[in-house]
C-alpha cells in the first residue's frame, strides 16, 4: 500500500465507526499563544476538551499537518541524523468528546493495525502509565496481549500533553518489534528503551485533565479520546522499510535531489560519515515543512515561527552544500514536492508562486551571508585553537547570529563538523543583554478582568447604536470610583476583533455620563460577555457615585467613527478581493487594521506592487463602490462557507458549527464578525497611500476612504492648483513643469559644487603658506564656512601635496549658526605623533564634542565654537612627541 492508500483506509476505517470526517487545519494554531505551529491532531479540538466549545458531532478523525520545529516539541535537530525525526508530518488520529473512552479506542486502534493494515499481532508491544490499571487490563484481558509484551512507563514516556498548559492525560502507546537484530541488541530490551529496535507508532491519549500554569491537574469537563498517529512513519512500517525516508512519499523528492545533483543516494548511503546522507533527509524533510509554511500564511522573519520558518530554510541550503554547489537546488526540488503533493493540499498549488519565491530569496540571501559568516566562523575556530579552547563562545555565537544571520543552531551544526561545540546559555544571555539595551524587552501588561463562566452580553452593535440594559457586573477599579468595568445584558459597543479597534461612545447611568476607555470579550469564546471600561469626570466631587448591579445603563456608540470605521472596512474586504484578482489566488491575508481614520492591509506577496497594479486594485475597488452594490450578511456552518469558497483569515479562531459571512455578491464573500457598510456607495471612494514591505514575502497596504479620502482629494487639488498657478501651466503640466525646475536646480547646484571646489583650490597655495611647525608636526589650523565632508577631505588632500602634516577644519554651517563640524586630517608621515584616537578623546574630555574615523582623518561636530578652542588645540599638538 502507498501513503495514499494508507491516509485514506485510515479515514474510511473511523467513518465507518461513526466518526466524522475533519480536515486538517491550518499549521498556524489560531488564536492559540502556547504553541508555534500545530503539533498534534487535537491542537484544533483543544476548546472542546477544555469545555469552551460544541460541535454538532462528539466523534472525529483527520489527517492532520503538523511541524515541530520549535517550541517544546522540537525535533529539527535530530532531523537527517535519525531514522524517524522529521519537521512535517502528518497525524492521523482518531477522537472522542465525552463520548467513548479507553475501551473503544484501544479495540480501534488494534482492529485497524492487524486487520486493515495486516501487521504482525505478534510484533506488536503496549506500554501504559504507570498507575493506569484499566489500560493495563483492557489490552490483557480483552485484547489479548500477553504481559512479557506490555510495560508500565512513567510521566515522561505514557502521560501526555500538548504545551506546558493545556489538555492532558495518561497514554497508552503500541510499538513494533523491529527485531532483536537492531538496537542495542540486550536481552532485556523493550518500548521505553532509547534504541531503535521498538518503534512507536501509535499514541492513545486519555484526556482527563487540563494542566494549569502552577502544574495543577484540573479534571476536564468532556474528559474524551485523543489520538495521533505518524502517516510516515506507519507507512515505513507498513511497507517494511528501515527508515522513514525511504517510505514512498520520500521517494520522489530522493530521485529528484540524485537528478538535480548527480549524486546516488544509493552510494552515499554507503559512506562512513553520513554527512551526504543526512543531507538526503534534511532536503526532503524540509522541503516539506517549508512549503506547507508558507502556503498556510507563515514568513520568513527574525522572531516567533516566521523565524523557525527562516532557520529551516537555512538548514536547508547549508545541507545542500553538501550535495551541490547550486544553492537553487532545494528552491528547485520544491517545485517537485508542489506537483506530487497538491492533490492531498491544494493550497500547495495556490500559493506556488509565493513559496518559490519566497524559498529563493531566503536561500540567495543565505548564501551571501555564508561566505562572510563562515569566514568569521573559522577565524573564532582558529583563534579559540590556538588559545586552546574547544568552545565557541556565547558572545561569538551571537555575532554570528545578529551579524551574519547564523541561527545558534546551524553555528553548532558547522562547529561540530569541526570538532567545536558551542555554548547556548552564553548565547541566550548575550541575546538577552542586546534585547535590553535596544529597549525590545517587552512584558503584557493587558488587564485580564475575572468574571463568572455563565454571563454573556447579546452584542446588538449590528441594529442600533444605542442601547439601555441592565447592569449584570460591576466592578470599581480605584476607591474614587473614576473607573469602573461593567457588563450589561445588552450591549452595542464593538470588541477589537478581525482588525477593528474597539468602538468609541459613551455611557449614562443614574444621571451621570461615563466615558468609554476600553473594551474586552471576556467569558466563553463563542457566546462572550462585553465588559466595558468607563472613566466618570464628576464636576463638583472628587468621588463618582457607587454603581450597582441592576442599575441601568444606556450605552451610546460614537456615531461618526463608527460610520467612518465601517467604510474603512468593508473597503478592507474589497481590497483583499482586488488583490486576488489582480496579483493571483496566492495572496493571502497576514494582517489588518482598521478604524475610523484608515484601513492597514498586511498580505503576502514577494514584490512590491508596480504603479500600474496600485491603479489597477484601485480602479477595480473604485468601480465596486460605484456600482452601489448591496452587501448580504448571513450565518452558516463553517464548512459550508469552506465549500463555497469564502476567504477565511488564517490566524482567526471560528465557531465550526456557525459563522458570520460578509458577502459582495459577485466580487467578494469572507468570514468576519465587524460592522459593515448596507452598500458598497456608502464607502464613497477609496485610495491607497502607501505600500511597503514588512518582511520576506509580506507586504502592508495603508488605505484610505470616505471623508479622509476627501481631505485628500482637497488637499492634492489644491496643491497642484496653486502650482499650476505658480507655474502658469494647465494643472495637467505641473509635474513636468516641477520636474523640469527640479532638473535645474540639480544642475544648478552641480554647477555650485564645481564653482566652489575651484574657490577651495585657488586658497590652497594662500592656506599651505600658514602650515607652521608645532612640536614636532608641522600644523594648520583653519576656519571654513558650509562646505560638506567631501569638500573638506578635498582640501586636506591637497594641502598634503604641498606640506604634510596635522590640519584641523573647523567648518560653521551658514544657515544655522548654533552648528559648526570639525575635521582632522594627519598625514601617515606624522601618524606615529599626532594620535587621532588620543586627539578625539581630547575633544571630547575638553569641550564635550563626539566623532569618529580612521588613524589618518576623524570627523564630528558640535554647537557654538568654543573660544578658547583654536589655543587648547595648539597645546595639544605641541604636547605631541
Not at 522573519?301 to 547550486?326: H, M, P, W
Not at 583650490?761 to 571654513?784: H, N
Not at 574615523?853 to 588645540?873: D, L
Request: charged share 25%.
Amino acid at each position: 500500500m502507498n501513503s495514499f492508500e494508507i491516509r485514506q483506509k485510515f479515514l474510511d476505517y473511523f467513518a465507518r465507526n461513526g466518526h466524522t470526517v475533519v480536515a486538517s487545519s491550518s499549521l498556524i494554531p489560531a488564536q492559540d499563544p502556547t504553541i508555534l505551529f500545530t503539533n498534534a491532531g487535537m491542537n484544533q479540538f483543544k476548546d472542546i476538551f477544555l469545555g469552551k466549545e460544541k460541535r454538532s458531532y462528539v466523534r472525529a478523525t483527520s489527517s492532520q499537518k503538523c511541524v515541530r520545529a520549535g517550541g517544546k516539541h522540537n525535533d529539527l535537530d535530530q532531523v537527517g541524523f535519525t531514522e524517524r525525526h522529521l519537521t512535517f508530518f502528518e497525524m492521523l488520529g482518531n477522537f472522542s468528546f465525552g463520548d467513548y473512552f479507553k475501551k473503544e479506542a484501544i479495540s480501534y486502534a488494534w482492529e485497524f493495525l492487524t486487520k486493515d493494515m495486516g501487521l504482525d499481532a505478534t510484533t506488536l508491544y503496549i506500554s501504559v502509565y504507570k498507575d493506569d490499571n484499566e489500560a493495563y487490563d483492557l489490552w490483557h484481558k480483552v485484547i489479548g496481549i500477553p504481559e512479557n509484551r506490555m510495560v508500565r512507563l512513567g510521566e515522561k514516556d505514557n502521560f501526555w500533553q500538548m504545551g506546558d498548559t493545556g489538555p492532558c492525560g495518561p497514554c497508552s502507546e503500541i510499538y513494533v518489534d523491529r527485531g532483536i537484530d537492531r538496537g542495542c541488541k540486550q536481552p532485556g530490551c523493550a518500548p521505553g528503551c532509547d534504541c531503535s529496535r521498538f518503534t512507536e507508532i501509535w499514541n492513545l491519549v486519555f484526556m482527563q485533565y487540563d494542566r494549569q500554569s502552577d502544574g495543577e491537574l484540573v479534571p476536564l469537563k468532556s474528559p474524551g479520546v485523543d489520538t495521533g498517529m505518524g502517516l510516515e512513519r506507519l507507512c515505513m512500517i507498513v511497507q517494511g522499510k528501515d527508515l522513514i525516508f525511504n517510505a514512498d512519499m520520500f521517494d520522489v523528492l530522493i530521485k529528484k535531489t540524485e537528478e538535480l545533483t548527480g549524486v546516488s543516494y544509493q552510494q552515499v548511503s554507503q559512506e562512513s560519515t553520513g554527512d551526504r546522507k543526512a543531507a538526503f533527509h534534511v532536503l526532503a524533510d524540509h522541503v516539506r515543512s517549508t512549503s506547507l509554511l508558507i502556503a498556510d500564511g507563515c514568513s520568513p522573519s527574525n522572531e516567533g515561527r516566521g523565524y523557525v520558518l527562516r532557520k529551516i530554510i537555512r538548514r536547508a541550503a547549508l545541507f545542500t552544500q553538501k550535495l551541490s554547489s547550486d544553492p537553487k537546488t532545494f528552491v528547485k526540488l520544491a517545485e517537485t514536492f508542489i506537483t506530487s503533493m497538491s492533490p492531498v493540499f491544494p493550497e500547495l498549488t495556490v500559493n506556488k508562486t509565493l513559496i518559490l519565491n519566497l524559498l529563493e530569496s531566503e536561500v540567495d540571501r543565505f548564501s551571501h551571508n555564508l561566505i562572510q559568516g563562515q569566514h568569521i566562523l573559522d577565524k573564532y575556530i582558529e583563534e579559540n585553537k590556538k588559545a586552546g579552547i574547544t568552545k565557541l563562545s556565547g558572545e561569538q555565537v551571537f555575532k554570528l547570529y545578529d551579524t551574519y544571520g547564523f541561527p545558534p543552531e546551524l553555528t553548532h551544526l558547522i562547529a561540530r563538523e569541526k570538532g567545536f561545540d558551542t555554548d547556548p546559555t552564553g548565547f541566550e544571555e548575550a541575546m538577552q543583554k542586546q534585547q535590553e539595551q535596544s529597549g525590545k524587552k517587552t512584558s503584557d501588561k493587558t488587564e485580564q478582568l475575572l468574571v463568572a463562566e455563565n454571563i454573556a452580553t447579546k452584542f446588538v452593535g449590528y441594529e442600533t447604536l444605542e442601547a439601555t440594559s441592565k447592569i449584570i457586573f460591576a466592578k470599581s477599579e480605584d476607591p474614587e470610583n473614576i473607573e469602573n468595568w461593567i457588563i450589561t445584558e445588552e450591549s452595542p459597543f464593538y470588541v477589537e476583533c478581525g482588525g477593528q479597534v474597539n468602538d468609541q461612545g459613551t455611557v449614562t447611568i443614574n444621571n451621570n455620563v461615563y466615558t468609554v476607555v476600553d473594551l474586552q470579550k471576556v467569558g466563553d469564546m463563542y457566546n462572550p460577555a462585553i465588559a466595558v471600561k468607563i472613566k466618570h469626570a464628576p464636576e463638583n466631587s472628587t468621588r463618582a457615585p457607587e454603581i450597582k448591579i441592576g442599575d441601568s445603563a444606556h450605552c451610546v456608540v460614537n456615531a461618526q467613527a463608527r460610520a467612518n470605521t465601517v467604510k474603512n472596512h468593508t473597503a478592507t474586504h474589497l481590497l483583499q478581493a482586488a488583490l486576488i484578482t489582480i496579483l493571483g489566488p496566492q495572496v493571502k491575508q497576514a494582517g489588518s487594521l482598521v478604524n475610523e481614520k484608515y484601513l492597514r492591509f498586511d498580505f503576502s506577496h514577494h514584490e512590491a506592487l508596480t504603479p500600474e497594479q496600485i491603479v489597477a486594485v484601485e480602479d477595480l475597488v473604485n468601480q465596486k463602490i460605484l456600482e452601489n452594490i448591496q452587501t448580504k450578511i448571513f450565518n452558516t456552518s463553517l464548512d459550508d462557507a469552506k465549500t463555497k469558497g469564502v476567504i477565511a483569515f488564517f490566524g482567526e479562531k471560528y465557531n465550526p458549527e456557525n459563522v458570520r459571512v460578509v458577502q459582495v455578491p459577485g466580487f467578494s464573500a469572507e468570514l468576519c464578525g465587524g460592522t459593515h457598510a448596507s452598500s458598497t456607495g456608502i464607502i464613497g471612494c477609496f485610495k491607497i497611500t502607501s505600500d511597503i514591505a514588512l518582511a520576506a514575502g509580506t507586504r502592508r497596504l495603508v488605505a484610505i476612504t470616505g471623508p479622509e479620502a476627501l481631505k485628500l482629494f482637497q488637499q492634492t487639488f489644491s496643491t497642484v492648483k496653486k502650482l499650476s498657478e505658480e507655474f502658469k501651466a494647465k494643472q495637467e503640466e505641473v509635474l513636468g513643469a516641477v520636474y523640469k525646475l527640479h532638473q535645474n536646480f540639480l544642475e544648478a547646484n552641480s554647477q555650485i559644487k564645481q564653482l566652489k571646489k575651484q574657490l577651495c583650490k585657488s586658497q590652497i597655495p594662500s592656506w599651505a603658506k600658514d602650515i607652521k611647525p608645532v612640536g614636532a608636526t608641522p600644523f594648520l589650523y583653519l576656519e571654513t564656512e558650509d562646505l560638506n565632508p567631501d569638500e573638506l577631505r578635498m582640501i586636506a588632500q591637497e594641502l598634503e601635496k604641498i606640506t604634510p602634516g596635522f590640519y584641523v577644519i573647523i567648518n560653521k554651517d551658514a544657515e544655522d549658526k548654533n552648528k559648526f563640524g570639525f575635521f582632522g586630517y594627519v598625514n601617515k608621515t606624522y601618524e606615529a605623533t599626532v594620535n587621532l584616537k588620543n586627539f578625539s578623546q581630547f575633544l571630547k574630555d575638553t569641550f564635550q564634542l563626539r566623532g569618529g574615523g580612521s588613524t589618518t582623518m576623524i570627523q564630528g561636530g558640535g554647537t557654538v565654537v568654543p573660544g578658547n578652542f583654536k589655543q587648547e588645540v595648539l597645546k595639544w599638538v605641541e604636547a605631541q612627541k
